[in-house]
C-alpha cells in the first residue's frame, strides 16, 4: 500500500478485465472493486478531452501498481471550477475517444459521472477553501476556481479511494494545492506529479489547444520560449531568469500576458530576488480567444 504503511480500507483485489465505463458510484465501486484481496490502486482525474499528456499520466499509474494493480480515470466537466464567462459549455466532450485512450494506455474502469451524479443536492453548500495558495496567479484570475478543484478532488478521492492520484505537473499551481490539502487534512492517498509533455517544437498539450487555428498555434509558441529562456538563465539567479523569460515575450504577436512569475513551489508565493533552489517559472496568457498555461520547474542558483 501507500507509503508502507498499513491501511484500514477494506482489503480489496479486482479482477482483470477491460475497461468498463461507469456512470454512478454504484457502478464504479462494482467494477473498481470485485472481491476482497489487497491491491495497490491508483487514480487519474481528466476533465475528458484527453491527449498524449493524459495517456503518460494513466501509463504511470499503471506502473506504479503493476498488472494486478488497478487504475481508475475519471472524467467529469466539473462546473465548480469555471467562473462567469469561462468555457464551461463549450469545453470538449469526447467520451468514446476519451474510453479509448485510457484503454489502450491501462485503465481498468472509467468513471463518468453526470453533475446530478457528484452533486447529488444541488450545486455543495459546504467546500473547500484554497486558502492563501488559491488566491495568487491562476487564483487571482480566476476567484473560487481552486476552491471548486479542490472540493471535487476530495469527492473523486472519497469515490475511488486510491493508493495513489496523478497530475501533471503542467498544472503546477493545481498540483501543489492538492498536495498541501492531502498534507493539512490527512488523506491517505499519495499524490503523484507527472512532468507536462510537449510537442516536437516545445508547445505543452492541453485539451485547450484544439481552441487555436494554425496561426495562433504558432503564436503560442512565445510560451514555451519563454519559459526555456528562463530556465538558460537559472544559474545567474532570478533576476536572470525572470529577465530572460520577460524578453522573450517583448512584442509576442496574438500574446496577451496575464503573468509571468517565478514561484516558491512550498507555498506558491513570488520567489524572492535572493532565492536559491527548485523553483516553477510559470506563465498564463491569451492567446486569441483562448487562455493558455504553462511553466517549467528550474533550479536557481
Given at each position: 500500500?501507500a507509503?508502507?504503511?498499513?491501511?484500514?480500507?477494506?482489503?480489496?483485489?479486482?479482477k482483470v478485465?477491460r475497461?468498463?465505463?461507469t456512470r454512478t458510484?454504484?457502478e464504479f465501486?462494482?467494477?473498481?472493486?470485485p472481491?476482497?484481496?489487497?491491491v495497490?490502486?491508483a487514480?487519474?482525474?481528466?476533465?475528458?478531452?484527453?491527449?498524449?499528456?493524459?495517456a503518460?499520466l494513466?501509463?504511470?499509474?499503471?506502473?506504479?501498481?503493476?498488472r494486478?494493480g488497478?487504475?481508475?480515470?475519471?472524467v467529469f466537466v466539473?462546473p465548480?471550477?469555471?467562473g462567469?464567462?469561462?468555457d464551461?459549455?463549450?469545453?470538449?466532450?469526447?467520451?468514446?475517444?476519451?474510453?479509448r485512450?485510457?484503454?489502450?494506455?491501462?485503465a481498468d474502469v472509467v468513471?463518468?459521472?453526470?453533475?446530478?451524479?457528484?452533486?447529488?443536492?444541488?450545486?455543495?453548500?459546504?467546500?473547500?477553501?484554497a486558502?492563501?495558495?488559491?488566491?495568487r496567479?491562476?487564483?487571482a484570475?480566476?476567484?473560487?476556481h481552486f476552491?471548486g478543484v479542490?472540493t471535487?478532488?476530495?469527492k473523486?478521492?472519497?469515490?475511488?479511494?486510491p493508493?495513489?492520484a496523478?497530475f501533471?505537473?503542467?498544472?503546477?499551481?493545481?498540483?501543489?494545492?492538492?498536495?498541501?490539502?492531502v498534507a493539512d487534512?490527512?488523506?491517505?492517498?499519495e499524490?503523484?506529479?507527472?512532468?507536462t509533455?510537449?510537442?516536437e517544437?516545445?508547445?505543452?498539450?492541453?485539451s485547450?489547444?484544439?481552441?487555436?487555428?494554425?496561426q495562433?498555434?504558432?503564436?503560442?509558441?512565445?510560451?514555451s520560449k519563454?519559459?526555456?529562456?528562463?530556465?538558460d538563465?537559472?544559474?545567474?539567479?532570478?533576476?536572470?531568469?525572470?529577465?530572460?523569460?520577460?524578453?522573450a515575450?517583448?512584442g509576442a504577436?496574438?500574446v496577451t500576458?496575464?503573468?509571468?512569475?517565478l514561484?516558491?513551489?512550498?507555498?506558491?508565493?513570488?520567489?524572492?530576488?535572493?532565492?536559491q533552489?527548485?523553483?516553477?517559472?510559470?506563465?498564463?496568457?491569451?492567446?486569441g480567444p483562448?487562455?493558455?498555461i504553462?511553466n517549467?520547474?528550474i533550479?536557481v542558483?
Open positions: 500500500m507509503r508502507g504503511k498499513q491501511s484500514n480500507k477494506p482489503q480489496r483485489t479486482p478485465h475497461a468498463v465505463v458510484v454504484d465501486e462494482a467494477a473498481f472493486w472481491d476482497e484481496q489487497p495497490d490502486n487514480v487519474v482525474m481528466t476533465m475528458g478531452a484527453l491527449h498524449e499528456g493524459h503518460a494513466i501509463r504511470a499509474a499503471r506502473k506504479q501498481v503493476g494486478e488497478r487504475v481508475a480515470v475519471t466539473n465548480l471550477q469555471f462567469a464567462g469561462e464551461l459549455e463549450r469545453y470538449p466532450r469526447t467520451l468514446d475517444e476519451d474510453v485512450l485510457a484503454e489502450e494506455n491501462g468513471f463518468a459521472p453526470s453533475v446530478d451524479e457528484v452533486y447529488p443536492n444541488g450545486e455543495p453548500q459546504v467546500r473547500l477553501v486558502g492563501p495558495m488559491g488566491e496567479y491562476e487564483g484570475t480566476r476567484p473560487g476552491d479542490l471535487v478532488v476530495a473523486l478521492l472519497h469515490i475511488t479511494d493508493d495513489f496523478f501533471g505537473e503542467k498544472d503546477a499551481q493545481q498540483l501543489a494545492i492538492i498536495q498541501r490539502m487534512l490527512d488523506f491517505d492517498v499524490i503523484v506529479g507527472v512532468p509533455i510537449r510537442e517544437d516545445g508547445l505543452a498539450l492541453s485547450r489547444n484544439r481552441y487555436l487555428s494554425e495562433e498555434r504558432a503564436q503560442a509558441l512565445a510560451l519563454a519559459l526555456f529562456a528562463g530556465r538563465a537559472a544559474a545567474q539567479g532570478p533576476k536572470a531568469v525572470r529577465e530572460a523569460a520577460s524578453a515575450l517583448d504577436e496574438g500576458l496575464d503573468y509571468l512569475a514561484i516558491d513551489p512550498h507555498d506558491f508565493s513570488e520567489a524572492a530576488d535572493d532565492f533552489g527548485e523553483a516553477v517559472l510559470a506563465v498564463a496568457a491569451k492567446v483562448t487562455r493558455l504553462d517549467v520547474r533550479i542558483r
